[in-house]
C-alpha cells in the first residue's frame, strides 16, 4: 500500500507571528499520525483578518474576466492533482480512495461554476416613468469566515472559496482539525493558480478561539458555516455582536420514502450509494427508511443481499467500500443509537452493534423502528440502515416531516403523478425523485428548518457573498 508523509507548506497555512505549537493529523484507519500542522491563536487570527482586508482591496477591484480566469486555472490544477490530492484525503478522513478521488473532481467542478458565474454578475435597472429610474447592484460583501466540517473537507471548503472569491471577496478559512490537510492542499492550488496572497488565508486551531476573533471584528462581513446544527446555532448568537451575514449549512435527518409501486430493484440499487457513501458520515445520508408495509419485507431482503456485499477496510485498499469512522466518539454514537433501537423492540436484521475498540464499523440493519427512537430523530452518521414503515401517502409524508431538519429526502415511486401529488407535503430543502446523487454544482445546496439558511452552488451560491445595493435615480 502507498505510504505518505505529507509536508507541510508553511505558506500555506497562516500562522503568522503566532506560532502555537502544532496538532497531529491521525489516519482513521491505522491511528498514524501523518502530518503535524501548525495552529494558531487570537493574535494569528487578527493577523489573518488583516491579510485578507487588505487583499479585499485589490482583489474586489479586479475585474470578473479575470477573477474568472484564475478560477479556472484552479479548476485545471486541481483536477490535474486529484489523485494526489484524494490520497492525502483519504489518509486523514478515512473515505476510500475512488469517493475521495470524486470529491476532489466535485470540488474542482465548484471552480469551474463560479468562474463561469463570475462573468454573470450583472445588476438590473428599471425605468420608472417621468424620466426616472431605479437600479440595483451587486458588490462583494467583503471579508468572509468559512469553516468547514470534516466529512468532506474539500468540496465543502471548495464551494464556499469558489462562490466567495468569483463575488470578488478574499476569504479566512477554518477547516475541521480531524481533516485540516484537504484545506492546505487546496492553499496550495489555489497559489499555484496565482491568486494574490492574502485573498485565501487557511487558518488552523481551535474553532471557538479562532471563530470569537472573527464574530468581533466588524471588517468580517459574512461567515459561511457547514457543519452540525449544534455549533450552527452558537454562530448564530455570536454573529449578533456585529450583525454578520450568514450562511449556515447544518445537520440533517433525511428520509427515503419507498412506495409499493416502486422499480424495487433499482431504488434498492440507489439507496445503498445514498446510504453507505462516505460510512453514512453524509448530511445527506438517508437516515430513516420510510417504507411502504406492503413490500417491506422484500425490501430489507433485497437491502440485506445488498449490505452483505460490502467490504468494510482501509479507504487506501482498492477493494473498500466502507472506510473507518472519522473518531472513537462517532463510534459510540452509532454504538448508543443501536442499542436504544433495540432496547426499544426494534429488531437488528443484520450486523451487530459495534465493536468500540475498532473505527470500523460493519453494515447493520434495523427493522420495526419507531419515530420516537433516537436513531430516528438524530443524525446516524454511520453505515446503519433504519427501516420503518408507513401505510398511505399522508402518514409517509407525516413520519417524513416529524423532525427538526429539512436537508435532503429522497422519494421513489414510478408514478409521477404520485410523486407530483406527495412532493408540497415534504418539508425539505431538496428531494431526490427516482434519484440518489443531490450533489450537483449547478443545484442550490441547501436546508430549511435547523438545517439552515442559505445556498450554496447554482446561480445562488455567489449571491450568499454579494452586497445589494438600490439607487433610485431622478430626472435632473
Ligand atoms: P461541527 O459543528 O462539530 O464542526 C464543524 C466546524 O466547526 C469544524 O471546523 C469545527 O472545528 C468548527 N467548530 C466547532 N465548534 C465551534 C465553535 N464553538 N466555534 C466555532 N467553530 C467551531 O461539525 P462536524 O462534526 O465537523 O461535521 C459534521 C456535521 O456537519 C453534521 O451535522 C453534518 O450533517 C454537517 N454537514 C452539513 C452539510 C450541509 O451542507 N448541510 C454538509 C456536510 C456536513
Known amino acids: 500500500m502507498k505510504q505518505i508523509t505529507i509536508p507541510i507548506l508553511l505558506e500555506d497555512v497562516a500562522i503568522y507571528n503566532d506560532p502555537q505549537g502544532t496538532v497531529d493529523v491521525t489516519n482513521p484507519a491505522t491511528q498514524e499520525i501523518i502530518a503535524k500542522v501548525p495552529v494558531v491563536g487570537e493574535e494569528g487570527s487578527k493577523e489573518a483578518i488583516e491579510a485578507a482586508d487588505k487583499s479585499f482591496k485589490e482583489w474586489s477591484k479586479t475585474s470578473s474576466d479575470e477573477r474568472s480566469s484564475r478560477l479556472r486555472k484552479v479548476f485545471e490544477i486541481l483536477?490535474?492533482?486529484?489523485?494526489?490530492?484524494?490520497?492525502?484525503?483519504?489518509?486523514?478522513?478515512?473515505?476510500?480512495?475512488?469517493?475521495?478521488?470524486?470529491?476532489?473532481?466535485?470540488?474542482?467542478?465548484?471552480?469551474?461554476?463560479?468562474?463561469?458565474?463570475?462573468?454573470r454578475i450583472f445588476g438590473k435597472v428599471r425605468d420608472i416613468g417621468s424620466g426616472k429610474e431605479m437600479a440595483v447592484r451587486r458588490y462583494p460583501i467583503g471579508v468572509c469566515g468559512l469553516i468547514t466540517p470534516w466529512n468532506f473537507p474539500i468540496a465543502m471548503l471548495a464551494r464556499k472559496v469558489a462562490a466567495a472569491l468569483a463575488a470578488?471577496?478574499?476569504?479566512?478559512?477554518?477547516?475541521?482539525?480531524e481533516t485540516p490537510l484537504s484545506a492546505i492542499a487546496l492553499a496550495h492550488v489555489l497559489r499555484e493558480a496565482e491568486i494574490p496572497q492574502g485573498v485565501c488565508n487557511i487558518l488552523c486551531g481551535d474553532g471557538a478561539t479562532i471563530v470569537s476573533v472573527w464574530m468581533d471584528d466588524e471588517r468580517v462581513r459574512k461567515?459561511?458555516?457547514?457543519?452540525?446544527?449544534?455549533?450552527?446555532?452558537?454562530?448564530?448568537?455570536?454573529?449578533?455582536?456585529?450583525?454578520?451575514?450568514?450562511?449556515?449549512?447544518?445537520?440533517?435527518?433525511?428520509?427515503?420514502?419507498?412506495?409499493?409501486?416502486?422499480?424495487?430493484e433499482k431504488t434498492l440499487d440507489a439507496v445503498i450509494h445514498a446510504k453507505f457513501r462516505n460510512a453514512g458520515q453524509t448530511c445527506i445520508s438517508i437516515n430513516r427508511f420510510i417504507v411502504q408495509e406492503s413490500i417491506q419485507e422484500r425490501f430489507v431482503q433485497g437491502l440485506i443481499e445488498r449490505v452483505s456485499r460490502?467490504?468494510?477496510?482501509?479507504?487506501?485498499?482498492?477493494?473498500?467500500?466502507?472506510?473507518?469512522?472519522?473518531?472513537?466518539?462517532?463510534?459510540?454514537?452509532?454504538?448508543?443509537?443501536v442499542s436504544d433501537a433495540c432496547a426499544n423492540k426494534a429488531k437488528l436484521a443484520y450486523g451487530q452493534s459495534p465493536n468500540l475498540q475498532s473505527l470500523f464499523v460493519?453494515?447493520?440493519?434495523?427493522?420495526?423502528?419507531?419515530?420516537?427512537?433516537?436513531?430516528?430523530?438524530?443524525?446516524?452518521?454511520?453505515?446503519?440502515?433504519?427501516?420503518?414503515?408507513?401505510?398511505?401517502?399522508?402518514?409517509?409524508a407525516e413520519i417524513a416531516n416529524r423532525s427538526i431538519h429539512g436537508l435532503a429526502s429522497y422519494v421513489f415511486t414510478k408514478s409521477y403523478d404520485r410523486f407530483r401529488k406527495f412532493l408540497p407535503l415534504l418539508e425539505y430543502g431538496m428531494v431526490g425523485f427516482n434519484e440518489n446523487n443531490l450533489s450537483l454544482v449547478s443545484a442550490p445546496f441547501g436546508g430549511i428548518k435547523q438545517s439552515g439558511f442559505g445556498r450554496e452552488g447554482g446561480t445562488e451560491g455567489i449571491e450568499e457573498y454579494q452586497r445589494v445595493q438600490y439607487l433610485a435615480v431622478g430626472n435632473f
Do not use: H
Open 79 to 119: 483536477s490535474e492533482r486529484s489523485d494526489d490530492i484524494a490520497f492525502i484525503l483519504t489518509s486523514e478522513q478515512g473515505k476510500p480512495l475512488r469517493e475521495a478521488k470524486a470529491e476532489i473532481e466535485y470540488a474542482a467542478q465548484y471552480f469551474l461554476w463560479f468562474s463561469e458565474e463570475a462573468k
Open 168 to 177: 470578488g471577496c478574499t476569504v479566512l478559512a477554518k477547516p475541521s482539525m
Open 310 to 337: 460490502l467490504t468494510v477496510g482501509d479507504g487506501r485498499d482498492s477493494k473498500t467500500d466502507i472506510g473507518p469512522l472519522i473518531n472513537k466518539k462517532a463510534v459510540e454514537k452509532v454504538a448508543r443509537l
Open 362 to 396: 460493519s453494515p447493520i440493519v434495523l427493522t420495526d423502528v419507531s419515530q420516537d427512537m433516537q436513531i430516528s430523530c438524530e443524525e446516524v452518521f454511520g453505515p446503519v440502515c433504519a427501516v420503518q414503515t408507513f401505510r398511505n401517502d399522508d402518514e409517509a
Open 223 to 264: 461567515i459561511s458555516f457547514t457543519g452540525s446544527t449544534e455549533t450552527g446555532k452558537l454562530l448564530i448568537g455570536q454573529s449578533a455582536k456585529t450583525v454578520k451575514k450568514l450562511t449556515l449549512e447544518l445537520g440533517g435527518n433525511a428520509p427515503c420514502i419507498v412506495f409499493s409501486d416502486c422499480d424495487l
